[in-house]
């Protein structure tokens, strides 16, 4: 028995891992209940498997690359981190990242993961041009928009779901330099935060920090950053055309006691934090891509600051037309809590390309929760306001949303699921997270 | 045209030879790949030259085959300017105690192999006068223990080897370098427990094994901690060691 759990150390459940190191290995570690792993940035139960976790990043190989198009063919273990440090100096990065890079392709591509470009861009999935994916039922087929069509748009976004993502064919983004020209908005409330992300519409990438203490009229004062690519003759004289990404320094070495989060260091550090970004508010300035894309990342293990017990990752999106006032309330009980995470992140999303992605047109808001008292119960409460938006969860965040609230949010669950059965009769694949939301009980 | 530089890894599909080749790929070498299988390497040089548009060739080499590394070395196109050794064996140190040949296997695939083929390389070398050898050997070399001695003893030799062949070599420009790893997760250690701030993952060794060559560097514990906790334990007096569980 091996005890397990997500990024965010709730829930730890059991589960056996497997480390493969050939594609015939993988197809031989299947049994019913298995589902593929990444490297672990899930927050919940989705890339842990119901009876064994299938882990995959030992399948870290780029079989080709065209200089030329930007078109990449590699393994499904591959890490982002590693694609921007490889490529990134020669001139090309991923079309979408997430606040981490250091989650895998095959990870990436199961999450539809989307980025601070969603608004315009799409997410992951709309890069990646085909998948070599291991079907529950031992066939290794190739699938793309022209090709099994139905069973590519089920896994991307689908949570590994329909089998075990092996390689992916994707485009990369040309870009001169690895910096970001990056203008910083101060917003003193809500309103003017969303305001700000709609003027900041025509930006290639935008995201709100959001103070979530901040109550009254200062409810949803935010910092908005908006940021594009920056070419070579925007960067300081001598600066180098692609910075050095470092390696986490900083580690959190041990679970902080949940003393340290509390009101009063939250209400400081945010306080802080809006104040020193308000100050930088204004003109344009140049700014590695790391800070900009993965501000966490400079922190290794910055998931024991929530303490032993693990944290929650709320995230839902609201459709555009109810989001100002589903957002307000939402903020409103939060910061009545108190308890809420340093910085929640809100931003705008657009549609969806995966039968199960998360993104829809509207806004997503993000926050975290130490794991403590009737939290769960709190959280129910929020995902109430959610289904009656209309909104959703993102499952690669989720690990106790109810199935009431998932089936409300994803109407293509039954065709998800038929194209599932046909690729999978025996169901075996299956994830801590399909058998608590979706499985026939 | 620059000629780029060269290296030679031996042990090329093993997790660390994977990550030293990606080192060095990184930093502007062509790269050879060799293992008992030419074919299986292919899918990781292709990794590399897609990755780092650099030249990368595979071959075969197996070094239980020691009636081979004569033509080995004969056959290379050219003589690289770097060769790495990464083979090794662990074992099974209780099937090692009764079976003679998986004892063998054990001391051959770590000692006899390795020196005989570094020994062979670093006779061309210093005839040509310059080359950097580097052999992976092990923690587990500086003091024999009950429960990994057969391999252990195998990479003392090696060790061994290697410093007699530095001390040598040194004065005709050629370089050798011993690099010990401590634990490192790979597909070797898969299964075994480590200890979490001892234990290294594989690119943190190949990142060790290139800048040792870089930096000239002699004998390098990959984590530095290797030192002081070997140093420790090759001090304590043998009737104390043999008491301990180990």
Redesign the interface.
């Known amino acids: 028995m091996t005890l397990v759990s997500g990024w965010g150390r709730f829930p730890v459940v059991d589960s056996e891992v497997l ?1 493969p ?1 050939s594609f015939e290995a993988v197809g031989e570690a299947v049994v019913t209940g298995s589902v593929a792993g990444g490297n672990g940035r899930a927050y919940g139960d989705a890339a842990i498997g119901a009876v064994r976790t299938i882990g995959m990043t030992g399948f870290d ?5 065209d ?1 030329a198009t930007g078109r ?1 063919r590699l393994e499904a273990g591959v890490l982002l981190s590693d694609l921007i440090d ?2 990134g100096p ?1 001139g090309f990065l991923p079309f979408v990242v997430p606040g981490t890079r250091f989650v895998s392709v095959g990870g990436a591509i199961a999450a539809d993961v989307h980025g601070k470009n969603h608004h315009g861009e799409g997410g992951f999935g709309r890069y990646v041009d085909s998948i070599l994916l291991r079907t529950g039922q031992g066939e290794t087929i190739e699938i793309s928009r022209e090709q099994n069509s139905d069973a590519f748009f089920a896994t991307v976004g689908g949570m590994g779901l329909t089998g075990i993502i092996l390689e992916a064919t994707m485009r990369l983004r040309p870009v001169e330099t690895g910096w970001i020209r990056e203008r910083v908005i101060s917003a003193s409330d809500l309103d003017a935060a969303m305001r700000a992300l709609e003027a900041g519409d025509s930006a290639t990438y935008s995201v709100a920090w959001i103070d979530c203490v901040a109550r009254g009229n200062d409810l949803g004062r935010s910092l908005i950053y908006l940021g594009e690519h920056a070419r070579t003759d925007e960067l300081s004289e001598g600066a180098d055309r692609f910075p050095v990404g470092k390696n986490p320094g900083l580690a959190v070495p041990i679970d902080l006691p949940s003393m340290t989060l509390n009101r009063i260091s939250i209400r400081a550090f945010n306080e802080l934090y809006y104040r020193m970004g308000a100050r930088r508010a204004g003109g344009d300035h140049v700014v590695s891509l790391y800070p900009y894309f993965f501000p966490l990342d400079s922190i290794a293990d910055w998931n024991r600051i929530y303490g032993r017990r693990g944290f929650l990752q709320h995230q839902c999106v609201i459709p555009q037309a109810s989001a100002r006032a589903v957002l307000g309330d939402i903020l409103d009980r939060v910061a009545k809590r108190g308890d809420a995470s340093f910085l929640a992140v809100l931003k705008k999303l657009g549609h969806g390309d995966g039968l199960l992605s998360f993104p829809l047109p509207g806004y997503t808001l993000a926050l975290d929760f130490p794991v403590k008292g009737d939290i769960l119960n709190f959280l129910d409460e929020i995902d109430r306001l959610v289904v009656a938006a209309g909104g959703r969860l993102y499952l690669a965040k989720d690990a106790r949303q109810s199935r009431a609230t998932f089936e409300a949010g994803y109407p293509a669950l039954a065709r998800f699921n038929a194209i599932r059965k046909s690729l999978d009769p025996a169901q075996n694949i299956r994830s801590k997270l399909s058998q608590r939301l979706f499985d026939e009980v | 045209m620059t000629s780029r530089k060269t290296v030679l890894v031996l042990g090329g599909s093993s997790d660390i030879g994977r990550a030293a080749a990606r080192a060095f790929a ?1 930093a502007g070498y062509d790269v050879g790949l060799a293992g008992r299988d030419a074919a299986a390497l292919e ?2 040089a ?2 590399l030259r ?4 650099i030249e990368v060739s595979t071959r075969t080499f197996d070094v239980l085959d020691t009636a081979s590394f004569d033509g080995f070395v004969a056959g290379l196109p050219a003589l690289p300017d770097v060769v790495v050794s990464i083979i090794g064996l662990l074992g099974v140190q209780p099937n090692a105690e009764s079976d003679l040949a998986h004892a063998t296997t054990i001391m051959r695939s770590n000692y006899e192999g390795p020196s005989l083929i570094l020994g062979l390389f670093a006779e061309k070398f210093l005839s040509r006068g310059n080359g950097t050898i580097v052999g992976v050997s092990s923690v587990a070399g500086d003091r024999g223990r009950a429960s990994n001695y057969v391999y252990g003893s195998a990479k003392a030799g090696f060790s061994a080897f290697l410093s007699g062949l530095r001390a040598r070599a040194s004065r005709g420009g050629v370089h050798v370098v011993t690099v010990k790893p401590g634990f490192v997760r790979t ?1 070797m250690t ?1 299964g075994m427990k480590l200890i979490g701030p001892l234990t290294v993952d594989a690119p943190v060794v190949g990142d060790a094994i290139l800048n040792a060559v870089e930096k000239k560097a002699d004998v390098v514990y990959v984590s530095g901690k290797w030192r002081l906790v070997m140093l420790i334990i090759k001090t304590l007096p043998e009737a104390v060691f043999k008491k301990l569980k180990f």
């Not at chain 2, 897609?50 to 548009?53: D, F, H, I, L, S």
């Open positions: 480390r190191r190989r780029v079989r080709s690359f200089p990449i490889t490529f020669r | 990184k899918p990781d292709a990794d897609a990755r780092y548009n597909k898969e």
